[in-house]
């Protein structure tokens, strides 16, 4: 499409024509979204970025004055979504990160537990670090704090047949890593919830 037929679809949707500022996503959603699974990394997270762009776009298209192209505009927008997206993924997984070091440490505090507990915590605990930091944070968020894997999906920002997938894939190297440790192989993925009371 042309500039100038782009720069019409803009004054349109500027005056609140839903239709014209559908088309305007149309004409650039190939691109942005090339763009934005460049900058998050993933399908998933990159439709999620543009999806925000365009409703930050929508919301502030009045002030939108032409200095630059429209594509150019959104492009600038879908960076910044990403960034904040991408932001709040790092919180996320520190926050999950921290409560799971939280989990462990009062596991190894209680008095209660055995020499053997202790043992296999600290070896399930050296095998998880080993884990990359996805798969490490699917098997925290299953295993220690017994989520589903639609909660898994909903905190982590997935599908649910991706968390089902990578589940699937920590807890076999989580195995490798443990069979290494000297630790039985099914202290994970017992089907058992591990909930911390």
Not at 90 to 106: C, N, S, Y
Not at 166 to 174: G, M, Q, S, V
Not at 184 to 195: L, S, Y
Request: aromatic share 4%.
């Amino acid at each position: 499409m042309d500039t100038n037929a782009v720069k019409r679809l803009v004054e349109e949707a500027k005056t609140g024509s839903h239709e014209a500022f559908d088309e305007l996503v149309r004409i650039t959603y190939p691109n942005l979204l090339a763009r934005a699974v460049a900058l998050t990394g993933n399908l998933d997270d990159a439709r999620d970025a543009l999806q925000e762009a365009y409703l930050r776009a929508f919301r502030s298209l009045k002030n939108f004055r032409g200095d630059s192209s429209f594509s150019r505009w959104m492009s600038s927008i879908v960076t910044n979504a990403s960034s904040t997206l991408l932001a709040k993924a790092r919180r996320r997984r520190f926050e999950v990160i921290e409560g799971a070091d939280v989990l462990l440490g009062d596991t190894l505090s209680n008095s209660s537990v055995t020499d053997q507990d202790i043992a296999s915590t600290m070896e399930v605990q050296a095998a998880l670090k080993k884990l990359p930091e996805e798969l490490r944070r699917i098997v925290i968020l299953k295993e220690l704090y017994g989520m589903e894997h639609s909660e898994i999906a909903l905190v982590l920002g997935i599908t649910e047949s991706n968390a089902k997938v990578r589940l699937h894939r920590a807890r076999k190297l989580l195995r490798i890593h443990l069979i290494a440790e000297g630790e039985a192989p099914d202290v994970i993925g017992n089907g058992k919830k591990r909930r911390h009371a």
